[in-house]
């Protein structure tokens, strides 16, 4: 009796497979499963990082500001850079549409950067076998758009003391922002998992951050690139965001819909691709811890 007891509990007992783990459905499940926990950190995440400060939360109005402050004159009183959708040439035009495109770079490179010791850093969590160690991908990506969305407002402040009333195309954003979400998740979960056992990745990852800042149409149009490198700055599924958010905040144009549609498919696809990974490797992570 004692015999056949043990070999059923064996066989039940398996993990999940890779083709589960790629069902979104299944993702969806188990993150809904946890939201109470991913509010609580994502609210600790944001706590923390202006903990002790004198200014506390209001670092976050700051930062922003003093950066549009400093690329405005640098891109455009400096290099006099100028937008060819603009409605003029005002100075102050051209802050608001630079600053647009640094608020969705800015998500993106506060997730991706940080991944690569998210694990690493919470050895505790680790150990705990029944901790869902892949909701900290979200509660990451959740204070990141907190900080984000505190520059929106900032933006849409001066964007109505720019330009006047703002579109209505500004509903949009939620879909528009949708790749860049997949996007943050899929490599925040694979660089969290790979950098517990190859440490070195977090400099990989800050050199590559940073190649992508420059080849991301932030300061500069699109249409001031060479067209033989146009399809290179395409490619990176950033430069679409940042066209689209431009498109439906500042210009009250409706998003490329094809070029939305590819790049949803594609991230998502890199999300559902980085939580299998993530959830298939998070058994060996205490061996090396």
Not at 17 to 36: E, S
Not at 154 to 165: F, M, P, Q, T
Not at 207 to 219: A, G, M, R, W
């Amino acid at each position: 009796m004692i015999g056949p007891s043990i070999s059923q509990t064996t066989i039940t007992a398996q993990s999940p497979g890779v083709r589960q783990y790629l069902n979104p459905l299944h993702m969806v499940r188990a993150l809904w499963r946890h939201r109470d926990l991913i509010r609580q950190f994502t609210r600790r995440e944001i706590e923390g990082r202006y903990k002790g400060s004198f200014l506390g939360i209001l670092w976050s109005f700051v930062n922003p500001l003093v950066l549009l402050l400093i690329y405005t004159f640098v891109f455009g009183i400096v290099f006099k850079s100028r937008w060819p959708n603009a409605k003029t040439d005002n100075l102050g035009e051209f802050a608001i549409t630079l600053f647009c495109g640094l608020i969705t770079f800015n998500v993106f490179s506060e997730c991706v950067t940080r991944s690569p010791t998210m694990i690493v850093g919470v050895p505790n969590y680790v150990k705990k076998v029944v901790f869902p160690l892949e909701i900290l991908a979200v509660s990451s990506l959740g204070a990141a758009l907190f900080h984000g969305l505190i520059s929106l407002l900032i933006l849409l402040v001066a964007s109505v003391i720019i330009n006047g009333i703002p579109p209505w195309t500004l509903l949009l954003i939620p879909v528009v922002v949708l790749p860049l979400l997949f996007l943050c998740l899929g490599l925040s979960w694979f660089l969290s998992s790979l950098g517990l056992f190859v440490r070195d990745i977090s400099y990989v990852v800050a050199l590559v951050v940073q190649v992508l800042f420059f080849v991301t149409p932030i300061f500069y149009p699109l249409e001031a690139i060479p067209a033989p490198f146009q399809t290179v700055i395409r490619l990176n599924p950033l430069t679409s965001v940042v066209e689209n958010m431009r498109r439906v905040v500042l210009w009250g144009w409706v998003p490329s819909w094809a070029g939305l549609g590819l790049w949803l498919v594609a991230t998502g696809s890199v999300m559902l691709l980085g939580y299998t990974w993530f959830m298939k490797t998070k058994k060996a992570f205490a061996d090396v811890i």
